[in-house]
């Protein structure tokens, strides 16, 4: 266990020049700095666990890490690496998307598992157990290992009723694409728990997609209302700039429906939807596209439901390049008052700024049909990335507390956790 001079406050990455690129109501502080050291580096996400406590996970091979609150205010945050992975044969590796359920961890492995007969690794789901002693080490089981027809390299997890999951798979299944040694154009699945303790899980294929245009390489997924699943692709060919989908649910011993939302046309309606998903009340979905829009850096969208066919999409906001940021990839959370908060992962822009990233929040309109407004919480202005670069998840602490990792920099330059207060 490594402890860290905590109880300080944001999401990030350059901390350094916070003074410079924040009002004096927006307070970063890094909670821990990733050494880099047997996979424990490179942080790709984040969720929010029981008491306060943050789980999240670092590139490959990985481990899945857990950072435990202070016991009294201006106390020190604990990091506890509550398991690292490695490449042995049969193993899971480069944790992605993970869930947790009644203590346990659930989680989806890109690589590894060995059920897969290509000549790479085709991935796995995994169970990670808290030990009944606390300070013994959690106990990982392979649920569940991909064999390619079925889908491969797993990216995420999404909580289903009576304890099974839903899932995506970026490659496998019965579509045609070919991406070197990998076939497939990727797959929704479901992973069932099994009826007796020590059977194994069912893993069930609700859609393979086929490439084309019906699209390939799903990137997120979420639940939406009536038990639908939403999600986007990821740009397939010159022609696919990604889209939205719905899966509705079958009538018994039926096939789940696939519909399409919306596909992007590479003009100025955005390219690379990716990231988190958010459906309002009213079943709007918002979400971000990597790039394009207006300026080519990356937009967010709001997609309206229509009584038939696709979907209605606006965009409510244009990255320009400067001090806004660029390029949005990790979604969008919901805050509150209605806003929606970001981040951006940052370039040289055409005016000559230099950021390694946002983050950025979203408030509706004032009057009705008005423009929503865009705010930047936190700009990582720096050279050095001493506090962090290049934010990625965010996660709410409170109401107007975030919780983050950056993918890269901080004293180790392997990334880091921080916390923003706005």
Known sequence: MTQRAGSLIFVGVLAALAGAACSSAQTLTTLY??????????????????????????????VVFQMIPPAAPGGVWTENTIYAFDTRHGAPYSPAGIVIR????????LDGGDGCSQAESCGAVFKLTPPATPGNPWTEDTLYSFNGADGSGPSMLVAAANGAFYGITTFGGDG?????????????????????????????????????????????????????????TYPGTESDHGTVFELKPPAPGGAWTKSLLYRFSGANDGIWP????????????????????????????QLTPASEGPWTEQILYNFQGNSDGTYPQSGLIAGPGGTYL??????????????????????????????????????FVSTSGANGILPYQIVMGGNQLLYGITNGGGTNMSGTLFELSY
């Open 274 to 301: 990716i990231g988190n998903l958010i459906q309002a009340k009213d079943g709007a979905v918002y979400g971000t596209c990597a790039a394009g829009g207006e300026t080519g850096f990356g937009t967010v969208y």
């Open 176 to 232: 045609p694409c070919v991406v070197g040694k990998t076939e497939g154009c990727g797959t929704v699945f479901q992973l069932s728990p099994p009826a007796a303790a020590g059977d194994p899980w069912t893993e069930t294929v609700l859609y393979a997609f086929q490439g084309g245009a019906d699209s390939s390489s799903p990137v997120t997924l979420i639940t939406g209302k009536n038990g639908h699943l939403i999600g986007a």
């Open 342 to 379: 970001g981040t951006t992962t940052g370039s040289y822009s055409p005016q000559g700024v230099l950021s390694d990233g946002t983050v950025f929040r979203l408030a509706p309109p004032t009057t009705t049909g008005g423009a929503w407004k865009e705010t930047v919480l936190y700009d």
């Open 102 to 109: 009644s203590g346990a961890v659930y989680g989806a492995a």
């Open 33 to 62: 700095n990733f050494s880099g050291e047997e996979g424990a580096g490179y942080p790709v996400g984040l969720i929010k666990g029981p008491s306060g406590s943050l789980f999240g996970t670092t590139a490959y091979p990985g």
